[in-house]
Structures are given as structure tokens and as C-alpha cells.
């Protein structure tokens, strides 16, 4: 798997942007402590690298150089106090970046005041400024070569052209400036494609547990859920009917004429009535109801919401209109009825369970069928039906 199939080459940005928003948004914990930590010791190395300054630095300059530290450390200290605000999570690579930038900035202030001997003593400052920004603050690479970039330029600009320093001594502080953004920015980039591609993989990964747990979950011809699924949206819809009082009903859909289909036209005529069957009960019931597929040519419908008896008459009135349309097959003809018992079992009651509610839904649908079929009856006599008014 090559690097610049999911990222960018130089950004590092993910091709695609819902994976992007996914990584940033994963990522942005462990951004806030990395960050706040960063620059706090930061911060503290900056205030010790001030120790310098009494050795170096001229005495009338030492109240102008602790004025310019203490300027420089606010913006840092500014940062510091965004990273525990709403904002950061919205833009925080980029201010992470400036950090480094506003101190290279107090550092550039005190060579331009002082002698140009300073220069001998503070590069090593910003060689770590440098490597501070790539590999500890927390800032992407892409942003963090960008300020590196831009304080090499600024650098080069003010202390060559404007300031004077010789060539030579330039030439020897470049050197040093760029192997450091060579070195930093080598282990940013490895570092942060390294991350980007461990998420990707367990993105990946998860997508397929995913995957196969849906699998595991549904009937694979039909793509309905299937019986375990069934009793965990059965046992969802009972807990609600019983906390809302709001009641539902269960519906067990048997195929009257199924057999014949598969002994006459082939089992692959069959399967495609079967999947007919599933599109019709999930066109006829709402988005928040269930169509499962409990096995052969059993169906189970869990219908949320009751209001009452009528709405029961109705909706088992509509999944056998459904199914009574004819079947096209396209080169194995067309079917003309696939007639279906129902049998169903309205909920909460006491008692009640997911397998009971199946089961008395189960026997309702043989009473039908042992009827001649193609028909609907409840699976609890009159008296225990739970009350559907209430809803």
C-alpha cells in the first residue's frame, strides 16, 4: 500500500476529506496535552536560556533583552491559553507553528540590538527553535517547514542584507539552520505519515469488523435482519412501548405458496420472490420499524407507535395488499399471488419477552394458515390485548 494512494505528498493531507475530518477530530486529544506540555517546557527553557544572557549580552542591553524575552513568551503564553478553548479544535496546527515563530522573533530582536559576536552565541538558539517547531510542539509538517522556510528567508534578509553580518559567517549559520530543518523536518514528516497511516489501518480494520458483524447480523439473500438481530430491535421496542407507554406489535409473515414456486420455476426463481417480498414489507412499514427474515419464507415485522386497534387492521391489511401484487420474474414469467398468513402479537404485556412476543405472534399465523391462509389474527385473546389507546 503506497503512501501517496490515501495522502497527499507534501501536505500530508488524507485524499479524502471525510477521513481527514475523521483523523483530526481522533487526533485532537491527545493534540491538547501534547501541546499545553510542549509549551510549557518551552517556556521554561526559554526563561533558562535568559542565563545566557548576563554572560554575552551587554550590560545596557540586559533590561532591553529581558523586555524582548518577556514579549516574545506572550504571544507562547497566549497559545498556551487558546489550546483550552473551542477554537483549537477548529484551527490548532498552524498556531502551534507560530510558536516557535515568536520565539526565533525575540531571538532575531536581541541580535539585531546586540554586537554581532551575539551571533556566534545565539545560533544554537535558533537551530533548537527549528527543531523545537518539526518535532516537539506538535504542529504538522506541512505548516512547521513553512515558518521554518519563512524564518530562514527572514534571517538571511535582515542579518545579511540589512544588518551587514559577513558572508562568511552567514553562510556558516545557514548551514547549520538548514541541516536542522533537514534533520527536524525529515523526522516531522516520517513521524506524522507514520501516524496518518496507522489510523488509516485501524480505520480499515474496523470498517471490517464492522463489516462482518453486519454480516453475522443479517439474512444474506435479503439483506433484512435476521432472527438475532430481530430480538435485540424487539427488545429496543419493548423497553420504549413499556417506558413511554407507547405500544407496538409484532408480526409473524408466512408465505402462503412459496413451495411450489421453488419445486416449479427453480430455487433461483425463488430467491428473487423472496427478495421481492423483503423490498415490498420494508416499502410498506416506517424507517424506524424493523423487517427481519427468520428463515425459508418467514418473515417478522416490529412496528413501533400503535396508536390503536385500527392502526394494527391497517398495517396488516397493507403487508398483504403488498404481497398479493404479482411477482415479475422477466424470463421465468410472472407469479401471480404470493399469498401470506400473518399472525400478530400487540406489546407491552405482562411479562412480556421478545420470544414470547414471536411466539405468540407464531401461533396466531398457523391459526390463519389452518384457516386457509391469506389473512391476519391476533396471537392474545381479546381480554389480554394491552391497551392501545394510551399511546
Known amino acids: 500500500m503506497s503512501l501517496s494512494s490515501h495522502l497527499h505528498p507534501i501536505s500530508l493531507s488524507f485524499r479524502d476529506p471525510a477521513l481527514e475530518a475523521r483523523y483530526l477530530a481522533n487526533s485532537l486529544p491527545a493534540l491538547r496535552r501534547h501541546s499545553r506540555l510542549a509549551i510549557l517546557v518551552g517556556l521554561v527553557l ?42 483549537f479544535e477548529r484551527c490548532n496546527s498552524i498556531p502551534l507553528a507560530l510558536v516557535g515563530a515568536y520565539a526565533a522573533a525575540g531571538i532575531f530582536a536581541l541580535l539585531w540590538l546586540g554586537p554581532e559576536t551575539l551571533a556566534i552565541y545565539y545560533n544554537a538558539a535558533l537551530v533548537l527553535v527549528i527543531l523545537f517547531t518539526y518535532t516537539f510542539v ?44 533537514v534533520i527536524g523536518g525529515f523526522d516531522c514528516y516520517l513521524s506524522e505519515a507514520q501516524r496518518r497511516m496507522l489510523f488509516f489501518r485501524e480505520q480499515e480494520l474496523d470498517q471490517e469488523r464492522r463489516h462482518h458483524l453486519e454480516r453475522s447480523l443479517h439474512d444474506r439473500l435479503t439483506g433484512l435482519p435476521n432472527r438475532e438481530l430481530l430480538h435485540d430491535r424487539l427488545e429496543q421496542a419493548l423497553n420504549r412501548a413499556e417506558r413511554y407507554a407507547q405500544a407496538g406489535v409484532g408480526i409473524f409473515i408466512d408465505l402462503d405458496n412459496f413451495k411450489p414456486i421453488n419445486d416449479s420455476r427453480g430455487h433461483e426463481a425463488g430467491d428473487r420472490v423472496l427478495q421481492t417480498v423483503a423490498r415490498r414489507l420494508r416499502a410498506v412499514v416506517r424507517d424506524s420499524d424493523t423487517v427481519a427474515r427468520l428463515g425459508g419464507d418467514e418473515f417478522f415485522v416490529v412496528a413501533n407507535q400503535v396508536t390503536d386497534q385500527a392502526a394494527i387492521d391497517a398495517l396488516t391489511q397493507a403487508l398483504i395488499d403488498a404481497l398479493a401484487q404479482p411477482v415479475d420474474l422477466s424470463d421465468a414469467g410472472q407469479i401471480p399471488v404470493v399469498q401470506a398468513s400473518l399472525g400478530y402479537c400487540a406489546f407491552p404485556f405482562p411479562g412480556a419477552t421478545p420470544g414470547d412476543i414471536i411466539r405468540r405472534a407464531d401461533q396466531a399465523m398457523y391459526a390463519v394458515k389452518r384457516a386457509g391462509g391469506g389473512g391476519a389474527a391476533a396471537g392474545l385473546p381479546a381480554n389480554e390485548i394491552p391497551s392501545l389507546s394510551a399511546a
Open 46 to 87: 526559554y526563561e533558562l536560556s535568559s542565563l545566557l544572557d548576563s554572560w554575552y549580552a551587554p550590560d545596557a542591553l540586559l533590561g532591553t533583552v529581558t523586555l524582548l524575552r518577556w514579549m516574545a513568551m506572550g504571544p507562547a503564553i497566549l497559545t498556551l491559553l487558546y489550546t483550552f478553548t473551542p477554537a
Open 138 to 181: 506538535g504542529a504538522r509538517f506541512i505548516h512547521a517547514l513553512g515558518i521554518n522556510l519563512l524564518l530562514i528567508i527572514l534571517y538571511n534578509l535582515i542579518f545579511l542584507g540589512l544588518h551587514g553580518y559577513p558572508p562568511r559567517l552567514m553562510l556558516t549559520h545557514d548551514f547549520f539552520i538548514l541541516c536542522a530543518n
